[in-house]
C-alpha cells in the first residue's frame, strides 16, 4: 500500500515510523513531515491545509490510504473532500468527517453530545455577544476558579482558567469581543473541576471500538505544572493510577456512550477519538474530546502497541475493526519533550542539533526539525521528544532524562520532573 500522512510534529513521525515497519506499507509519504519523517519515507512539502495539493499528490502517488495527524485540516473538512471527489471517494481517509471532527472543533457541540446521552463533564453554559450580559451576571454568582473556553480551535490558548471573578469578566467580554478571532465568538463557561488528569484514545469506525494505551500528558512549561501552557512537554504511558475500577467507568459511562453516539447522532468517524479526562473523588468526567491523536502522547502509546498499525487502520476502514484484538506490551513508555528556549511564547529557529550519534536506547521522535544539509535545525517550539521504554516509568524516564542531556542544540529547555505527580 501507499500511504499518505498528514502533519509535520512528533505525533506524525511515530505514525511514520509504525507504519513504515508494516509488511503492508509499500511508499510511505509525509506531508510536510520534518527531519525525523524522512528516515521512514518521502517528505513532500505540502501544508495539510491545501486540499487541492494533496489530492494532486494522492493522485499522481497513487495513494492508498491517508492519515490525518492534525484536527485543522479535520474540522476542515479533508474527509469530506475526499468522499465527495469521484477520483478520491475510494481512497480511505483515517480521522473523522467535519461533522464528526466537531467534537474538537466546538466546545458548544461536544457539551451538547455529552449532556444529551449523560457522560459525565463539568456543568456549563454559553453565552455569545447578544447574551454578554446574562453571562457576566452568571459569572458574579460563580465561585472561582472560573473556566472560560473559546468555542472554536484556537491553537490549544482557547481555555482560560481565572482566579478572580472581576478578572474572569473582562477575559470574557474579550473573548466575545474577537480575542481568538471567530473562535471566541461563542464562549463556554465551564464549572472547574479539581483532580488529576489523563487520556484514553479510541480507535473507531463509528460502531465497534478499541481502546489503545492511556496515557497522561504534562502540558504546563515549568517543573511543578507551573507557568504557561504548552502542546505538552512529557507523556507517560501507562498512568499508574488508572486501574482497572476507574477503566470500567470510563467504558461504561465514557467509552461505549461515545462511540454509540456517533452513530445516533449520524456523526460519519473513522479515526481516532482523544478523550481527556479529569479523576475527580475517583469519578472520572470528560474535560475535552479530540479527533485526533495526541501529541505527545503518540511518542509514548505507538511505542506499547504490539499490533500491526497499519492492518488495525485497514480493518478500520474496511469495518472489520471488531474482529481485530487489540496487543499492548507490558513496558512503561515515558517522552520527554525538548524545546526551543522562549517556547510557548517568542523563540528562535535554526538551531544546529547535535548528539544524535550518541543515543541508541530511546526513540528519537522530531517534531520541529528540518534537514539543513548535513545538520538537522531545530524548525519549532517543540522540538525533539525522546521516547524510552522500561519495566516501570521511573526507569524508562531515567533513560529520557540521561538523553535529553546528550542532545545538544542552543537554549535547549526541557522539563526535568516528568511523572513527578504519580
Ligand atoms: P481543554 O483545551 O478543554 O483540554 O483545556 C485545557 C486544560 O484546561 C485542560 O487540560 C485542563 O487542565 C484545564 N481545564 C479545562 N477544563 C477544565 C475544567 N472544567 N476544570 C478544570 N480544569 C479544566
Ligand atoms: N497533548 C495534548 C494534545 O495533543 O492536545
Not at 174 to 196: P, T
Request: glycine share 10%; with cysteine.
Amino acid at each position: 500500500m501507499n500511504i499518505l500522512i498528514l502533519g509535520s510534529g512528533g505525533r506524525e513521525h511515530t505514525f511514520a515510523w509504525k507504519i513504515s515497519q508494516s509488511p503492508l506499507c509499500q511508499n510511505l509519504y509525509i506531508a510536510p513531515g520534518n527531519a525525523g519523517t524522512q528516515q521512514h519515507g518521502t517528505n513532500v512539502p505540502i501544508n495539510p491545509m491545501d486540499f487541492e495539493a494533496i489530492k494532486k499528490l494522492t493522485i499522481e502517488q497513487s495513494i492508498d490510504m491517508m492519515v490525518v495527524g492534525p484536527e485543522a485540516p479535520l474540522v476542515a473538512g479533508i474527509y469530506d473532500f475526499f468522499k465527495n471527489d469521484a477520483a478520491l471517494k475510494q481512497i480511505p481517509v483515517i480521522g473523522p468527517s467535519a461533522k464528526g471532527a466537531q467534537l474538537e472543533g466546538s466546545k458548544a457541540f461536544s457539551k451538547a453530545f455529552m449532556a444529551k446521552r449523560n457522560i459525565p463533564t463539568a456543568g456549563y453554559q454559553e453565552f455569545t455577544q447578544e447574551t454578554l450580559q446574562e453571562g457576566l451576571a452568571y459569572i458574579d454568582q460563580l465561585t472561582p476558579p472560573v473556566v472560560l473556553k473559546a468555542d472554536g480551535l484556537a491553537a490549544g490558548k482557547g481555555v482560560l482558567i481565572l482566579n478572580d471573578v472581576e478578572e474572569a469578566k473582562m477575559e470574557f467580554s474579550a473573548m466575545l469581543d474577537g480575542k481568538f478571532g471567530a473562535a471566541s465568538e461563542k464562549v463556554v463557561i465551564e464549572d472547574f473541576l479539581d483532580g488529576i488528569e489523563f487520556s484514553v484514545f479510541v480507535l473507531t469506525d463509528g460502531v465497534d471500538y478499541k481502546v489503545l494505551p492511556i496515557a497522561k500528558d504534562y502540558k504546563r512549561i515549568g517543573e511543578g505544572d507551573t507557568g504557561l501552557n504548552t502542546g505538552g512537554m512529557g507523556a507517560v504511558s501507562p498512568v499508574p493510577f488508572v486501574d482497572a475500577a476507574l477503566m470500567q467507568k470510563v467504558t461504561n459511562r465514557i467509552i461505549i456512550p461515545t462511540v454509540k453516539g456517533l452513530a445516533e447522532d449520524e456523526l460519519e468517524y473513522k479515526g481516532f477519538v482523544f478523550i481527556g479526562l479529569i479523576r475527580v473523588d475517583n469519578e472520572p468526567y470528560v474535560i475535552e474530546y479530540n479527533c485526533r491523536m495526541g501529541d505527545p502522547e503518540t511518542e509514548v502509546v505507538l511505542p506499547r502497541l504490539e499490533n500491526d498499525l497499519l492492518e488495525l487502520l485497514v480493518a478500520l476502514a474496511e469495518g472489520n475493526l471488531g474482529a481485530k484484538e487489540i496487543k499492548i506490551s507490558e513496558k512503561a513508555a515515558t517522552t520527554i519533550m525538548l524545546v526551543s528556549g522562549g517556547y510557548p511564547e517568542a523563540y528562535e529557529k535554526g538551531k544546529t542539533m547535535t548528539g544524535f550519534d550518541k543515543i541508541s536506547d530511546s526513540l528519537l521522535f522530531h517534531a520541529g526539525t528540518k534537514q539543513d544539509g548535513d545538520n538537522v535545525v531545530s524548525n519549532g517550539g517543540r522540538v525533539l521528544a525522546i521516547t524510552s521504554l522500561g519495566d516501570d516509568f521511573k526507569t524508562a524516564l531515567a533513560i529520557s532524562n540521561k538523553n535529553a542531556e546528550l542532545i545538544d542544540f542552543d537554549k535547549k529547555n526541557y522539563r526535568k520532573d516528568i511523572g513527578f505527580d504519580l
